[in-house]
């Protein structure tokens, strides 16, 4: 989920790098991947057309901040700590001026509400905090101050050779997107795919195509699926594809796990 487009990528080429199960003692069959957050500066190039395509931006900011976010990358392959100072400039900026109030769901007008009332609520409740052995002390979200923290050092930084490697060693893989995510947005995502580089990529891009998903005939995602990648955009979805459509999800996943067990 999210960041972990870092994590889950790097972590499995490595066990695969590092041999089969009888050398790491990890059975890996698969890797599933919600909403990734993996080539930073390529999918964030994708966010002003997502947000013109759902009547947020207007013709104009469309081509601002497109340009602005070429020169970002531009400046990034020079230099890339002050590369990176203009793409954390550019990416606030483009949030600010889209207006929108959850950049996790464009469709909300509540503003992070699992923060408030999902993980963090459930977490500070009494009777966990007893559970967990801290009723003297109470949680709070630190996503803001880390991000900010990784953006000098991991976040903008690409791992898609890492998917690619997973992809050309035949590893199951499946991808889901939120059509109604901006943080991570699915046009960004979609290119990030067609972009790594592994031995079905041809084929992939070319002959695989765009197929619906149908579920008690009710569409409900649109997916390409080409060996051992299945790529899956769900529409009515945000960051949180499995809050967003559970039923869904789980229809997705427990497939995959099954396919690849």
């Not at 059975?27 to 994708?46: E, K, N, Y």
């Not at 084929?203 to 409900?220: H, K, L, P, Q, S």
């Amino acid at each position: 989920m999210s960041y972990a487009g870092h994590y889950i990528p790097a972590i499995c080429a490595l066990l695969l790098k590092q041999g089969d199960e009888s050398r790491t003692g990890v059975s890996l069959r698969g890797a599933i991947m919600v909403s990734p957050w993996t080539d930073a500066l390529l999918q964030m190039a994708h966010d002003a057309w997502f947000l013109y395509e759902n009547d947020i931006f207007g013709a104009i900011q469309l081509i601002r901040y497109t340009i602005e976010m070429w020169i970002c990358r531009v400046a990034a392959a020079v230099s890339p700590r002050y590369g990176y100072t203009i793409c954390a400039q550019v990416e606030d900026a483009t949030e600010d001026a889209s207006g929108v109030k959850n950049i996790y769901n464009i469709k909300l007008k509540e503003d992070y509400v699992w923060e408030k009332k999902g993980l963090i609520g459930l977490f500070n409740r009494s009777d966990v905090r007893a559970q967990l052995g801290v009723s003297d002390r109470y949680f709070t979200v630190v996503n803001g101050s880390v991000r900010e923290h990784l953006r000098w050092v991991d976040y903008y930084l690409p791992y898609t050779d890492y998917v690619a490697y997973i992809l050309t060693r035949k590893l199951p893989t499946l991808v889901l997107f939120g059509k109604l995510d901006l943080a991570c947005d699915w046009r960004g995502g979609v290119h990030m795919i067609e972009s790594a580089d592994w031995d079905g990529r041809n084929g992939f891009n070319e002959e695989a195509r765009w197929e619906d998903v149908i579920m008690n005939g009710t569409r409900y995602a649109e997916q390409k699926v080409w060996k051992n990648l299945r790529l899956v955009v769900v529409l009515e979805a945000g960051h949180l594809v499995e809050r967003d459509q559970p039923v869904l999800s789980e229809k997705l996943i427990t497939e995959f796990i099954r396919e690849t067990s």
